[in-house]
């Protein structure tokens, strides 16, 4: 069958993650694409994607690939996707790849960004951003949490920043940077593969550099230990957001 | 007892509008505000507001008084609220006024924005901003939304675009401007007092004129006719925000 990479944006607030839950029956965002093909003529493979995001983590840009026998020109597929699809999960655009393009062993890098607002002094959290930004309501030391944050950076064992990881651990982190405007902390972290809940625990251990917890230089060490229980704890999912799936250029066919 | 101005932000999504439902019991923000008072010591008033929003529509900065005889300082007392307030609803702000000072009939005027986004062409709805901006497919000619809008500024009866309004219905409109930026388009309104959905009348008028429906120039008979029928239909809910009361300044006696 055709292959087709799907970019597509989602809410994860309501979702229990990407990966499809048959035994359970949660809402994820992989069950309710697949849903929202079985509802248009043709045969459909499962979908795989770039990035098994956890409950409550967003993404801008989620790669995703199908194999289907569709003959819908891929604007017009977009359209009727969207059209099945809840209002959390929309499909941006559709490709034609070649079979062998695979959304997850392909993907060169992965970028994150974990948004943060600093909420103290005349700073406070606001009710229309409750789902999609993580308040701190303490003093924090920023730069130090700069300075730790560069300390990720490099290819490195990161089993003491994962959970219930099955996979080999070492991964290599490109970018690993917290920008500082104004009230807005971001995360900006770039890697080949991210361990589970990864990005979460580098998030929890800045944190505690910047309330004095740690060092900045105490980052080595963490690394060094392999040992989870060394790193901060997990930062909440809801300020996680998937924003970019990084490939070789693939030979596009034109369906359209 | 002593009187208190609160500012609030609210999340108008999961609301049935600002007043108070006693009989239905229904969620509104004046509700689950006059409860979180009633885990406060003292004795408290019921609550009242500049303007009193619909089910879906938010506020960014909501002004309303109380009297309450707590002793709580106003900076603790904001934090005390948050804490016992659902996260859609957040005390930004509260002032110790004087005893006539009031909310509603003292507010001199009221800014509305109604956001909006072009989802036509490689712009398309986005997930994350679903109950905060209204989309829109159609293709629009903006600069005669943008004359139009104009039109609706000045002192009018505005008859034509209330929804079941029993009070007198004259109002002076200072400032009706569609700002258009990139892909976003938004509706700033000023006005001494709004007639019940009147912006979103103007918001669903505009768009007529934007499709062709209806020439700019039509506003001026539309306003003349003082009948509902002649407005457009009214826009959704979700795209408008309350966005500032404005007052004379008045004297705010220190408690803190």
Known sequence: MPRLKLTLEYDGTHFHGWQLQAKTGERTVQGVLQEAFTKLPGEHSSIKAAGRTDAGVHALAMVAHIDTTTTIPNKKLTMALNAHLPEDVRVYDIQNVSDDFDAQFDCLYRRYIYKMKLARDNFQSTALERYGVVFLYQDLDITAMQQAAKNFEGTHDF??????????????????????NGRELNLHIVADGFLRNMVRAVVGTLLEVGKGKRNSNDIKRVLESKNRSQAGKNAPAHGLYFVEA???????????
Not at 159 to 180: D, G, P
Not at 246 to 256: F, N, P, Q, T
């Open 159 to 180: 089993a003491s920043l994962a959970t219930q990881e099955t996979r080999e651990t070492t991964r290599t982190v490109y970018l690993c940077e917290l920008e500082h």
């Open 246 to 256: 990084g490939y070789k250029s693939w030979e596009v066919k034109s369906k359209d």
